[in-house]
């Protein structure tokens, strides 16, 4: 699995803004991605996912964009809450399976 | 609908005892995984079981086992724990089948080992 180190990186946005989480993945076979939202004392809160026959997907306040041919993904969250500060996730499937390998995390803190 | 239900939520234990892990799935889904995360290696994948059957496993020594029972609720036990197995397991569930259906998580059994 991926070896991160013990500091977040973190994204610290106004009330209000716009926010936009970054993760690179890394398999090229992937085509299945997921984003999570963890809260402290919780388990990862899916968010929404994309298939690779996409490139974009909408849900509610949120929006995820994948990008093949670099292997990114982003989670954009329309006008940020104090409810959106969390660590976030985006996790690829490499094959069939249930099997999931997840990025590093981002953690968002929203302030007044 | 209930969500994924771990138990228990804390564990203490000590090193070279064993523990066993439970897990009880969205109603309806067949397939559940098992992920360990820790601050320093972040969330990786243990096993996956579907219909009974481990499909795919993680790069984890052998202590490292698990079990699904014909109700889809499934197990896992650590033997012979070490210091290193202090993390936050947890268990997440799907549809299963291949159908690449979001997995939905429980909130996780937090593990101690003294």
């Known amino acids: 699995g991926e070896s991160v180190g013990l500091h977040l990186p973190t994204l610290s946005v106004q009330e209000g803004d716009n926010s936009i989480i970054n993760c690179a993945y890394s398999n090229s076979a992937s085509d299945y991605f997921i984003w999570y939202k963890q809260e402290s004392g919780k388990g990862p809160q899916f968010i929404i996912d994309?298939?690779?026959?996409?490139d974009k997907r909408q849900g509610q306040r949120v929006t995820v964009l994948l990008n093949k041919t670099v292997k990114h993904l982003s989670l954009q969250i329309a006008a940020t809450q104090p409810g959106d500060s969390a660590v976030y996730f985006c996790?690829?499937?490499?094959?069939?399976?249930?099997?999931?390998?997840f990025g590093t995390g981002t953690r968002l803190q929203v302030f007044p | 609908k209930a969500g994924v239900t771990q138990t228990p939520r804390y564990l203490i234990k000590t090193r070279g005892q064993q523990v066993t892990l439970s897990c009880s799935p969205i109603?309806?889904?067949?397939?559940v995984s098992w992920y360990q995360q820790t601050p320093g290696q972040g969330l990786q994948f243990l096993f996956e079981?579907?219909?009974?059957?481990?499909?795919n496993k993680g790069n984890f020594p052998g202590r490292f086992s698990g079990r699904q029972f014909s109700n889809s609720r499934s197990e896992m036990n650590v033997s012979t724990l070490e210091l290193g197995d202090s993390a936050l397991y947890l268990c997440a569930s799907s549809l299963g089948g291949g159908t690449n259906q979001p997995q939905h998580f429980g909130d996780g059994t937090r593990l101690s080992i003294l």
């Open positions: 994309i298939r690779s026959n996409m």
């Open positions: 079981y579907f219909s009974e059957t481990q499909r």
């Open positions: 996790a690829e499937n490499p094959d069939n399976t249930d099997k999931l390998i």
């Open positions: 109603s309806g889904h067949r397939s």
